[in-house]
């Protein structure tokens, strides 16, 4: 298939998704917001495991044995890592209330180095993944909340924090390509730079951090490694749960309300704050759905060409929160190619798992999942075209003069060029060893000044 050819595929599957989610937004009119007479639901944790295959194989008793046992002994390790988070902080906490808490000793004096450097954009966060022992996205919220002095102003309890923190990352499901714990730790890690941008950061207060900070780590918890339509066309429990819309963002929101309660990290605060602060991170949280990129691009957009953001506003800095996820959520393709080639990757390993998942199954294989035809390149060239560049070009507006925008800029306009190179180079049936990707000739590795 020639270049051209595949370019084209890969708008029509960007087109057919927008329309499909159009589509599904309309069919759900009555949205589902809060459960009934406005009480907020809280889904139960551990109440979906993976994705739910019995509905698609009936003879899955033995799997279903398999998964509960598999809860429980993560569950074990996790109050094992617990125990002995919970000795640290108890050394710790009182001499280095700033420091880094939970790490093993070997590896505590690397990845505080990089703690030190948390703000900065090449950050590589598979390497603190691994200097962490796996826990990279408590370990990073930890130091964060430290950072902000979270801790202090909204007198959380430490060792409900812990709680609250270990079961988010272990909610997470590590067998995920993409959506994993490390992926939670690195839109936390970006949310943390866009919160430092001076245009912003004089406005926000205590808790539009903490509620930033928070959305950022739970943001896509309990992620199945499939997509909406997939979860619909399946008739998955969850896609009537929540309607057809926003099925796996609510999921994601409603699990951690879920978590906040269990752990009980906001008992102490007065009902009506807690009630609040639950509210906005699901607005938050919703926000993330791709489905509704062009209706947050509008709206920021307008603001933009009309110059009426008012970040004394709470409800406009709230939309920037938002806006500030969303670029958080998708700005792979706007970090350094080394790390942004490794995430490219993953995810399209986690579309092709769906894919063959379909094939198996005998359903229709969904856009951007058909190993043979979607290239890497060429998934990638659309999704920076029609989805990334336009929302960061918002942003750089938004943050100028930005040292950070610039250089995302740059870096996506370089990385576009690289896939560009690849695409062209293979063809969709080479790229099957996508993980071994040459590099394209004297466009990488280049040194470039990151803030
Ligand atoms: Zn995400």
């Known amino acids: 298939m020639s270049c051209l050819m595949v370019e084209r595929c ?25 459960g009934h007479a406005g009480v907020l639901l809280a889904e139960r944790r551990g109440s979906y495991p993976l994705i739910d295959l019995r ?7 033995q799997g279903e044995v398999e998964t509960v046992t598999r809860r429980k002994v993560k569950r074990l390790l996790s109050f094992q890592r617990y125990c002995h988070a919970s000795r640290l902080l108890r050394g710790l906490v009182p001499h280095t209330p700033r420091s880094l808490h939970l790490l093993d000793d070997d590896y505590l004096g690397q990845a505080a180095h990089m703690l030190s450097k948390v703000g900065t954009w090449n950050f590589d966060i598979f ?102 339509p997939f979860l619909i066309k399946t008739r998955h429990h969850l896609a009537s749960l929540y309607q057809n819309t926003s099925v796996l963002e609510s999921h994601h929101w409603r699990s951690t309300v879920g978590m906040l309660r269990e752990s009980g990290l906001l008992s102490h605060l007065p009902a009506d704050m807690s009630r609040d602060i639950e509210q906005r991170l699901g607005s938050l949280i919703l926000a ?103 929302l960061f070009e918002e942003w750089h507006r938004f943050t100028e003069p930005s040292l950070l925008s610039q250089t995302m800029l740059d870096h996506l306009h370089k990385n576009k060029a690289n896939w560009s190179s690849l695409r062209c180079a293979h063809t969709p049936s080479d790229v099957q060893s996508h993980s071994q990707a040459e590099e394209p000739e004297g466009e990488v590795g280049e040194g470039s000044d990151i803030p």
């Open 288 to 390: 993330t759905d791709i489905n509704r990129q062009n209706e947050f691009l509008m709206t920021f957009r307008e603001h933009l060409d009309n110059q009426d953001l008012d970040l004394q506003l709470a409800s406009h800095r709230h939309f920037i929160l938002q806006i500030a996820l969303k670029c958080a959520d998708i700005c792979n393709p706007c970090r350094v190619w080394e790390l942004s080639r490794q995430w490219s990757e993953r995810v399209c390993e986690e579309f092709y798992r769906q894919g063959d998942l379909e094939k198996k199954f005998d359903l229709e294989i969904s856009p951007l999942c058909n190993q043979q035809s979607d290239s890497v390149p060429a998934i990638q060239i659309g999704f920076i075209s029609y989805i990334v560049e336009p």
């Open 10 to 34: 890969g708008a029509v599957a960007f087109k057919s998704w927008e329309q499909n989610a159009i589509q599904v937004r309309m069919l759900a009119d009555g949205r589902l917001n809060t």
């Open 55 to 61: 509905i698609l194989k009936t003879s899955a008793q």
């Open 127 to 228: 390497l603190f993944d691994r200097l962490t022992n796996g826990n990279s996205l408590v370990t990073l919220m930890c130091h964060l909340f430290n950072v902000y002095d979270l801790i202090h102003h909204f007198q959380l309890d430490m060792v409900k924090l812990n709680r609250f923190l270990g079961m988010v990352q272990e909610d997470y499901h590590s067998q995920n390509p993409y959506h994993n714990a490390v992926h939670a730790a690195d839109v936390t890690q970006a949310m943390y730079c866009y919160l430092k941008e001076p245009k912003l950061a004089e406005h926000l207060s205590p808790l539009d951090v903490f509620l930033g900070l928070m959305a950022a780590a739970a943001h896509d918890v309990d992620h199945p490694g499939v997509n909406q």
